[in-house]
C-alpha cells in the first residue's frame, strides 16, 4: 500500500467510525440539520481534544503527524476496540507496519501443523496466509465447504471464493455475516503490510467485479481473530450450525487457523460423521 492509498484507507476508515456513533449516545442534541448519519467532525474533535483542524485534515487523509498519545485520544472518542486502534494505528503512523513489501507465505505448512488439520475429523478447518489464501485444510472442511483440491491455487483465495462461489451463498444462511467476518480479518492484515501493492490490485478487483464486496468493505469492521456463529444449510446434511475461531499459528505470525466447530447441543457433529462415513462405503 503506497502512501495515497494509505490515507484514503485512513480516511475511509475514520469516516465510517464517525457516521457509526449517533450525536445522542455521544452527549450531542441530534438537531434537525444534521445532513450525514453520526457525529459531525467538530464533535469528534471535541470529544477527542483536539483542534477541529486538525481532526479535519486527519480524516482528509493529508499527511499530518500524528502522535501514539493523540491518535488514542481519537479512537477513544470514535469508540474503537482494541482491534480497530491497532488498525487505526498502522495507518496513521507510517511506521506503525512492514513498511516494505513482504513475500507471500509459502504454501507448505509445517507436518505438525497437518497433523493438527487431520486430527480434527469432525471440525471442518482451514489455513490461510496473510492474503487469505487457502493453504491447507482438512478432510471435513471438503465435506462442508469446496473440495479445495479441485480449485485452481491461484483462485484457492477465502474472500475471492466467498464471494464468487455460488455454493458458499446457498450454504450459509447468514452469508453476510460469514463474509464480513473473513472481510474484517483480511483489513487487519491490509493495515499491517502497508507497503505491498498487492492489496490494492486485488481490492480494485474485488471492488470493480462484486459491488457487495464494496459495500461490506467500506463498512470498515477490523478484527484479528474474529469468533462467529454459523449456521449453514448443507445439500446433503441439512441445518448445521458451527462456532468459528480464528488461531495465529505459533511461529508463522502470517499463517491462520480457522476452525469449525459443531455447536453444543446440535447434531452437526453427528450429521457431518454420517456423510463421511457415507463416503467411504
Same mark, same amino acid.
Given at each position: 500500500?503506497? %502512501?495515497?492509498?494509505?490515507?484514503?484507507?485512513?480516511s475511509?476508515?475514520?469516516?465510517?467510525? @464517525?457516521a457509526?456513533?449517533?450525536?445522542e449516545?455521544?452527549?450531542?442534541?441530534?438537531?434537525? !440539520?444534521?445532513?450525514?448519519?453520526g457525529? @459531525?467532525?467538530?464533535?469528534?474533535?471535541?470529544?477527542?481534544?483536539?483542534?477541529?483542524?486538525?481532526?479535519?485534515?486527519?480524516?482528509?487523509? @493529508?499527511?499530518?503527524?500524528a %502522535?501514539?498519545?493523540v491518535?488514542?485520544?481519537?479512537?477513544s472518542?470514535?469508540r474503537?476496540?482494541?482491534?480497530?486502534r491497532?488498525?487505526?494505528?498502522?495507518?496513521?503512523?507510517?511506521g506503525?507496519?512492514s513498511t516494505?513489501?513482504?513475500?507471500p507465505?509459502?504454501?507448505?505448512?509445517?507436518?505438525?501443523?497437518?497433523?493438527?488439520?487431520?486430527?480434527?475429523?469432525?471440525?471442518?478447518?482451514?489455513v490461510?496466509?496473510?492474503m487469505?489464501?487457502?493453504?491447507?485444510?482438512?478432510?471435513a472442511?471438503?465435506?462442508?465447504?469446496l473440495?479445495?483440491?479441485?480449485?485452481?491455487?491461484?483462485? !484457492?483465495?477465502?474472500?475471492r471464493?466467498l464471494?464468487? !462461489?455460488?455454493?458458499?451463498r @446457498?450454504?450459509a444462511?447468514?452469508?453476510?455475516?460469514?463474509?464480513?467476518?473473513f472481510?474484517?480479518?483480511?483489513? %487487519?492484515?491490509?493495515?499491517?503490510?502497508?507497503?505491498?501493492?498487492?492489496?490494492?490490485?486485488?481490492?480494485g478487483?474485488?471492488?470493480?467485479?462484486y459491488?457487495?464486496?464494496?459495500?461490506m468493505?467500506e463498512?470498515?469492521?477490523?478484527?484479528?481473530?474474529p469468533e462467529?456463529h454459523?449456521e449453514?444449510?448443507?445439500?446433503?446434511?441439512?441445518?448445521?450450525?458451527?462456532?468459528?475461531? %480464528?488461531?495465529s499459528?505459533?511461529?508463522?505470525?502470517?499463517?491462520?487457523?480457522s476452525?469449525?466447530?459443531?455447536?453444543?447441543?446440535?447434531?452437526?457433529?453427528s450429521?457431518?460423521r454420517?456423510?463421511?462415513?457415507?463416503?467411504?462405503?
Amino acid at each position: 500500500m503506497n %502512501s495515497a492509498s494509505r490515507l484514503q484507507a485512513l480516511s475511509a476508515f475514520l469516516k465510517s467510525k @464517525r457516521a457509526g456513533i449517533s450525536p445522542e449516545s455521544a452527549g450531542f442534541p441530534s438537531g434537525t !440539520r444534521r445532513r450525514t448519519p453520526g457525529l @459531525r467532525r467538530e464533535e469528534v474533535a471535541q470529544l477527542a481534544g483536539v483542534s477541529i483542524t486538525w481532526y479535519t485534515w486527519l480524516e482528509q487523509g @493529508r499527511d499530518i503527524q500524528a %502522535s501514539p498519545s493523540v491518535l488514542d485520544c481519537v479512537a477513544s472518542a470514535l469508540r474503537m476496540n482494541a482491534d480497530e486502534r491497532k488498525y487505526l494505528y498502522s495507518l496513521a503512523l507510517e511506521g506503525g507496519s512492514s513498511t516494505l513489501p513482504v513475500e507471500p507465505t509459502s504454501a507448505l505448512i509445517s507436518p505438525s501443523l497437518q497433523k493438527i488439520l487431520s486430527e480434527l475429523t469432525y471440525c471442518p478447518a482451514i489455513v490461510s496466509d496473510r492474503m487469505c489464501n487457502i493453504v491447507g485444510w482438512n478432510e471435513a472442511a471438503c465435506f462442508v465447504f469446496l473440495d479445495f483440491e479441485r480449485i485452481p491455487s491461484e483462485r !484457492r483465495n477465502m474472500i475471492r471464493l466467498l464471494f464468487e !462461489r455460488p455454493e458458499f451463498r @446457498r450454504l450459509a444462511v447468514n452469508w453476510e455475516q460469514f463474509a464480513s467476518g473473513f472481510l474484517s480479518m483480511f483489513r %487487519s492484515y491490509y493495515g499491517r503490510y502497508v507497503g505491498d501493492e498487492w492489496y490494492d490490485v486485488f481490492l480494485g478487483e474485488m471492488i470493480t467485479a462484486y459491488p457487495e464486496f464494496k459495500n461490506m468493505w467500506e463498512h470498515g469492521q477490523v478484527s484479528y481473530a474474529p469468533e462467529v456463529h454459523l449456521e449453514f444449510r448443507h445439500a446433503k446434511g441439512g441445518k448445521m450450525v458451527y462456532e468459528l475461531t %480464528s488461531l495465529s499459528v505459533s511461529g508463522q505470525d502470517d499463517l491462520r487457523l480457522s476452525i469449525y466447530t459443531p455447536a453444543p447441543d446440535t447434531p452437526t457433529e453427528s450429521k457431518l460423521r454420517r456423510l463421511m462415513e457415507e463416503r467411504v462405503k
